[in-house]
């Protein structure tokens, strides 16, 4: 499959908790896309990069969440102290700056903080 | 602030029908519309997408339609299908602020056979 993938696919952890979500682009896509999706809602954009570079943050992501993208390839979101309010589904996508652009999705990571 | 609204929230359409959704920005600096569609557990996939430079797309049973001085576009599902029953999304970006995508709310589709 040369889509995008993330993983894991369902986390269900414990108020204060941190965790950690893992997005792998397609390859040759230089931007790097993260979403927040709730239910019955439309995504939010997060952040993006484009290669290793982060290029913008949502006012969404408040400081208990990081995102890195090392040599510019995959990329992890970590959630420190999740509150139940980050229960969401967190979602991937990626495009190739300077060709089409279309943002391909990957299947998304669903949170639940209990 | 909303910039994308999206109607209706969700339809019903009989097999072989048109279904219609529709979209409103607020933001002319947008220049890239895209529609997506969404299956239950599934991401976001694209269906179509257009530029303001054309007032309409066609791809398959597919169509935007695009009206600049409105500010509105929709899509259009020709001979709809069971198989089509599905969240669909609208969206809007500019390319100069690096292509991140608003979202509307999402219209909920179900083709009844």
């Known amino acids: 499959d040369t889509g995008v993938s993330q993983n894991p696919r369902h986390k269900i952890t414990k108020r204060g908790q941190n965790v950690t979500f893992r997005c792998d682009p397609i390859?040759?896509?230089?931007?790097l896309y993260w979403y927040r999706q709730t239910l019955g809602q439309g995504p939010e954009f997060l952040t993006y990069?484009?290669?290793?570079?982060?290029?913008?943050k949502s006012r969404l992501l408040s400081d208990r969440f990081s995102a890195e993208r090392p040599k510019g390839s995959f990329s992890t979101l970590e959630i420190q102290r999740t509150e139940q309010g980050d229960s969401a589904m967190y979602l991937c996508?990626?495009?190739?700056?300077?060709?089409?652009?279309?943002?391909?999705f990957g299947p998304g990571t669903r949170l639940l903080v209990l | 602030q909303q910039q994308v609204k999206q109607s209706p929230q969700s339809l019903i359409v009989q097999k072989g029908g048109i279904s219609i959704i529709n979209c409103a920005y607020e933001n002319t600096a947008f220049d890239y519309f895209p529609w997506y569609q969404q299956f239950p557990g599934k991401g976001p996939a694209l269906l179509i997408a257009?530029?303001?430079?054309?007032s309409e797309k066609k791809e398959g049973r597919f169509t935007i339609s695009f009206n600049k001085s409105a500010k509105q576009f929709s899509l259009h599902i020709m001979d709809s299908q069971p198989g089509d029953s599905a969240t669909y999304f609208c969206?809007?970006?500019?390319?100069?602020?690096?292509?991140?995508?608003?979202f509307g709310q999402g219209t909920e589709l179900s083709v009844k056979p």
């Open positions: 257009i530029r303001p430079d054309v």
């Open positions: 969206a809007a970006s500019k390319d100069n602020q690096g292509g991140k995508l608003i």
């Open positions: 990069f484009q290669n290793e570079a982060q290029l913008e």
């Open positions: 996508a990626s495009s190739f700056y300077g060709g089409l652009e279309t943002q391909y």
């Open positions: 390859s040759e896509h230089n931007r």
